[in-house]
């Protein structure tokens, strides 16, 4: 009797520990998993900050670690853990300030030996240009977003931006796999070969928000916990811009770039617009302002005058021209355009260009013709990116295609070689 019962319990020990063993084992498999996720972006000056984003399945908080590029000295920094909205991972984060102008640093996540880099923005571009690669309406299709995702990463920007309307997921929990795809794109094809991890901001557009939330008739108070539930993924995703969902980068004194909200989370009309005015006038020393919302003044595909199309040509477009901006983003419109110059709502040399119209990853439209369409000096039915060199208070654009041809260029300028 005594012996099987020491056989009883010695087969209880086993299996215990093969339990624990095991148990362990996934728990170690679950902290060294690839992150699912890798984003990076600002919050603050670009010239001196970085956040770095990695999505993982476990809570736990993990370290990133940190070596300006070269120099073998790693320095901890320990993730602040936010929820993925309607997810069970969670985004890994930490915000990386005092760093050096113009410099590359070697990043690590946890315990994982691969190693990634990514540079800081240069101090001064009167003698050295910067590159962004600017769309929108980014994943109609996950191919059609790494296809072109592939086509930016070669031009090797400073950084991406998307104008909204980002994984089609319409701000509704049962999406949430449209966001793991979007962010695999991110990974797969915004990280170039050498390892270099090529931020992003990010602005937003219709298909973030979440229709139906509000009963019909109920007024909308335009406030943070009625943004979030509009946008829950837009809003609980990314630090920039964060609330109120419109905001400013100012890269030292030689850029600001402007991400606005075209009657998607907060209306055109009224605070929104307020603080644009401001915002302006405090930047008349800036060398370059470029702004970007998500539903064109000018569209190459819909119709003139439509509602916020209206709204944005009253209640933006005097503010910009006022400000001497030369380039505006749009998006929405799933095609190519770019503007002749325009100034109170004609053909102006001295006005503004407007770049568009949202086909990063999206099936085109057709386009208004050219030739009967008194604003639009070209449109294309493509999927495109543009590419925006800027230097001192100069600036060219390069448009290209998701096979790679260059589409357009304006103006012509020795800053593209």
């Known amino acids: 009797m005594k012996n099987n019962q020491s ?3 010695q087969r209880a020990n086993y299996f215990i520990l093969v339990f624990f063993l095991a148990a362990f084992t996934v728990s170690s498999a679950l902290a060294q998993q690839d992150p699912t996720g890798i984003f990076l972006t600002w919050k603050e000056d670009p010239l001196t900050t970085m956040v770095v984003d990695w999505h993982l399945e476990a809570s736990t908080a993990e370290v990133l670690h940190v070596s300006e590029k070269g120099s073998g000295t790693w320095a901890p920094h320990t993730s602040h853990v936010h929820p993925f909205p309607h997810s069970e991972r969670y985004i890994h984060r930490v915000a990386l300030s005092g760093l050096k102008p113009g410099t590359s640093y070697s990043i690590k996540f946890g315990k994982r030996d691969k190693v990634y880099y990514f540079n800081t923005m240069p101090a001064d571009i009167s003698k050295e240009a910067i590159r962004i690669a600017i769309g929108g309406d980014s994943m109609h299709d996950q191919a059609f977003m790494e296809k072109t995702n592939s086509q930016v990463a070669k031009y090797d920007p400073h950084f991406a931006v998307i104008g909204g309307d980002l994984a089609y997921a319409n701000g509704d929990p049962k999406n949430v796999k449209r966001w793991y795809q979007w962010f695999d794109a991110v990974k797969n094809t915004l990280i170039r070969e050498d390892g270099r991890i090529i931020p992003l901001v990010l602005g937003i557009g219709n298909h973030e928000v979440r229709k139906g939330v509000f009963e019909e008739g109920e007024e909308i108070v335009y406030n943070d916990e009625n943004r979030a539930k509009m946008a829950p993924f ?55 302002i470029i702004t970007m919302h998500h539903v064109p003044a000018y569209p190459s595909v819909r119709d003139f005058n439509g509602t916020t199309q209206a709204r944005v040509r009253e209640h933006w477009l005097p503010l910009i021209e006022k400000a001497g901006v030369k380039l505006v983003f749009e998006n929405h419109d799933h095609a190519y355009k770019r503007t002749f110059p325009i100034k109170n709502n004609q053909v102006d ?69």
């Open 7 to 9: 056989d009883i319990s």
């Open 234 to 288: 837009y809003y609980g995703l990314f630090a920039f811009p964060g609330q109120p969902g419109y905001g400013v980068l100012d890269f030292g004194k030689y850029f600001s770039f402007f991400l606005l909200d075209s009657d998607h989370s907060n209306p055109i009309i009224g605070p929104q617009t307020d603080w644009f005015k401001r915002e302006l006038a405090v930047r008349d020393d800036v060398t370059q």
């Open 349 to 417: 040399k001295d006005g503004v260009v407007y770049i568009g119209d949202g086909s990063w990853g999206t099936t085109p439209r057709e386009v208004h013709d050219p030739a009967t369409t008194w604003y639009l000096d070209k449109a294309i039915s493509v999927r495109a990116f543009t590419l925006v060199t800027l230097q001192g208070s100069a600036y060219n654009i390069l448009s290209i295609d998701e096979d790679g041809n260059v589409i357009d260029s304006y103006p012509p300028n020795p800053l593209i070689k």
